[in-house]
């Protein structure tokens, strides 16, 4: 809190000392929402993103390294389709920043229309500019709305890739792992489901570590441009 403090104090600080250019520029109006939004950013960037950055860092070492625990052979299997996991849940992450970007700007604009109308009251009701004001307002708002509304359906697509590329491994490991157990069923005789028994040998790799290689390599996929975006 306080270094976000600093951040919005200095920032003001800097508005002041710059010239009328500056202003002729720059919406005088639209600096307090922008302070605001920016040093929200802030905040989070040093308080969440920051704890996302490790906790993801983590997640995907440890989910890499179990899933090769596990079963080095249906770890590289799943790692062949792990550049579609990972591409279809940057392609969601980067539509979700957008959606939340363009909405912020439109917003900020929206923010400064009534800033300068409420500072500037007496000479909006002596010039009778309050419908004008409300139109400029609603127009603001309106193309907020679109922006938003207008990326939905590549959002949706995103969700869609996103829930394609898991299906996607799934079926490799589905017909990996499942020959892999058939043959090793067929030569050996072995148990193929993991479980401890003293007169039956258990298979390698067993029913446990194929879903346990599918899991770790998916997590470690999914997580992985989530620690892109909490770097930056």
Known sequence: TEM????KTDWFRALLRQDLAYYDLNDAAA???IITNNAARYKKGMGTKLAHTIQFTLTFLGGLGYAFYSSWRISLAVLAVAPLISTSALFMLKMNTSVSSRAGASYANAGGIVNASISNI???LSLNA???MNARFREAISDAYKGVVGQLAWLGLANGCNLASMLVSYIVVTLYGSSLL???VRDTGCDPSGAFHPYNETCDPSGVDIFGALMGITFAAAVLPQVSSSVE
């Not at 976000?4 to 951040?7: D, I, R, S, Y």
């Open 4 to 7: 976000t403090f600093n951040l």
């Open 31 to 33: 600096q307090g929402s």
């Open 122 to 124: 007496r000479t909006v």
């Open 130 to 132: 309050v419908d004008i």
């Open 182 to 184: 058939y043959s090793n």
